[in-house]
């Protein structure tokens, strides 16, 4: 089946660096992608939807230049926390749909990733 | 926007019980999406549910969308310590509409 990987699955920053988090659709094509945030023993909560070949939308609250997002490619998209702060630190997980796939309902999503801000 | 409230929050079932999650939303939903998460770690899709009144099983989990299309419950049969985790209710709004608007999530511990 269709297979979204991220990366890394963990990292650990000092505070004021940029850390930057892959996902990659492994077998399909994925005009759009989605990033989401989970916190501790929350639920997920969506922060922008990465379109491949124009920018990002956010949603309400998230800031643009905080978390950068770049769709550079139909199977590729990236999230860059830039000058990352400890209140940053968080599950990031991504998600996409194959956009020429039969519908079955599903939405990949990808294994995770964990920054934690030192 | 819409909102998703589930229940109950948290979930301490002994191992071989049935159980009931319910996931209510304020609007009338386009797809309804069952996920299972261990903290930490990705999603794993469970169900997806789009026409009132619509049912589906897979082994011993039953998932069924009201007729009014705004409430969905998800049953496990006999459950079993693999059972354990978050369960999370997703939806979205209307057709093509990739985004989802996640659920509070129910956390299952399962005694043995």
């Known amino acids: 089946g269709a297979v979204v990987s991220q990366h890394p699955s963990w990292v650990i920053c000092k505070s004021g660096t940029s850390v930057k988090i892959e996902c990659r659709s492994l077998?399909?094509?994925?005009?759009?992608m989605f990033w989401y945030r989970q916190f501790p023993k929350q639920s997920l909560m969506l922060m922008a939807t990465?379109?491949?070949?124009?920018?990002?939308?956010?949603e309400q609250g998230v800031e643009k230049d905080k978390f950068l997002i770049n769709h550079a490619s139909l199977t590729l998209s990236t999230l860059t926390v830039t000058s990352a702060h400890p209140e940053d630190s968080s599950f990031y997980i991504c998600?996409?749909?194959?956009?020429?796939?039969?519908?079955?309902?599903?939405?990949?999503f990808g294994e995770g990733s964990r920054l934690t801000v030192l | 926007s819409q909102e998703l409230e589930q229940s109950p929050q948290s979930l301490i079932v002994q191992e071989g019980k049935n159980l009931t999650i319910n996931c209510t939303s304020s609007?009338?939903?386009?797809?309804l999406y069952w996920y299972k998460q261990k903290y930490g770690e990705g999603l794993i899709f469970l169900m997806m549910l789009q026409k009132g009144g619509e049912e589906k099983s897979h082994e011993k989990i039953t998932a069924k969308l009201d007729e009014k299309k705004q409430q969905s419950s998800l049953h496990i049969t006999a459950s079993q310590p693999s059972h354990a985790g978050i369960y999370l209710c997703?939806?979205?709004?209307?057709?093509?509409?990739?985004?989802?608007?996640f659920g509070t999530g129910t956390r299952l511990t399962i005694i043995p």
């Open positions: 077998d399909f094509q994925a005009t759009t």
């Open positions: 998600s996409a749909r194959d956009a020429a796939g039969a519908d079955t309902g599903e939405l990949f």
């Open positions: 990465s379109n491949e070949g124009s920018k990002a939308t956010y």
């Open positions: 609007k009338t939903l386009y797809g």
């Open positions: 997703g939806a979205d709004s209307h057709f093509g509409n990739e985004k989802l608007t």
